[in-house]
């Protein structure tokens, strides 16, 4: 079984600082990364993808991939209280049409 | 908005009955996906579809089967609900080549 692993958290940040979230995979031959945002009760949201290693900026938002290591990882500058949240990680291994999705980090921003 | 929509939002019903959720897509799309969220657990695949009337299973696939008449429709059924299948149950596509999925508003169902 392909597992993508992250830490529940919660992590708790200062409003304006920055949030950095991190997750790991077990299939070396993955391809596809993403992030998904999901708030209480919503349903999961896509805000960033990454395909190759180094960094995607989106925003405030910044993606980093280093498949040498497996892991992934989403920096979210100027945190705000909106960005309160749980963040999916979710991975395509190398064959087949499906993602794997860890179980989600909670992210608190106080203000 | 990826044009997706779910029915029912949320259902109650007893063990041993038989349930339908229906996932609804406006725009097309080949791939769909069910899946399920419990606490602790994530985001879970029960089943998916690549076209009309093709389907596979994912890792929870027990207890569940799927039905894909229509391009735009991808149903999921439960032939005798059980407590462990109380849930959050989301349904996603999947856009173009890419391996984005977008997910609908999901069906919360509570199996007494």
């Known amino acids: 079984q392909k597992e993508v692993e992250q830490n529940s958290g919660p992590l708790s940040v200062p409003e304006g600082a920055i949030a950095s979230l991190n997750c790991t995979y077990s299939d070396r031959g993955s391809q596809s990364f993403f992030w998904y945002r999901q708030y209480s009760g919503k349903s999961p949201e896509l805000i960033m993808s990454?395909?190759?290693?180094g960094d995607k900026e989106d925003g405030r938002f910044t993606a980093q991939l280093n498949k040498a290591s497996q892991y992934v990882s989403l920096l979210i500058r100027d945190s705000q209280p909106s960005d309160s949240a749980t963040y999916l990680c979710a991975v395509k291994g190398e064959y087949g049409n499906k993602l794997v999705f860890g179980a989600g980090t909670i992210l608190r921003v106080k203000s | 908005d990826a044009g997706i929509t779910q029915s029912p939002r949320h259902k109650v019903t007893e063990t041993g009955t038989p349930v339908t959720l229906r996932c609804h897509q406006t725009?097309?799309?080949?791939?769909m996906y069910w899946y399920r969220q419990d606490p602790g657990h994530g985001l879970r695949l029960i089943h998916y579809?690549?076209?009309?009337?093709?389907?596979d299973k994912g890792e929870v696939s027990d207890g569940y089967s799927v039905s894909r008449s229509k391009t735009e429709d991808f149903l999921l059924t439960l032939e005798s609900a059980t407590s462990s299948q109380t849930s959050v149950y989301f349904c996603a596509i999947r856009t173009g080549k890419t391996y984005e999925q977008y997910f609908g508003p999901g069906t919360r169902l509570t199996v007494t």
């Open positions: 990454i395909y190759s290693n």
């Open positions: 579809s690549y076209g009309v009337k093709d389907t």
């Open positions: 725009e097309n799309h080949r791939y």
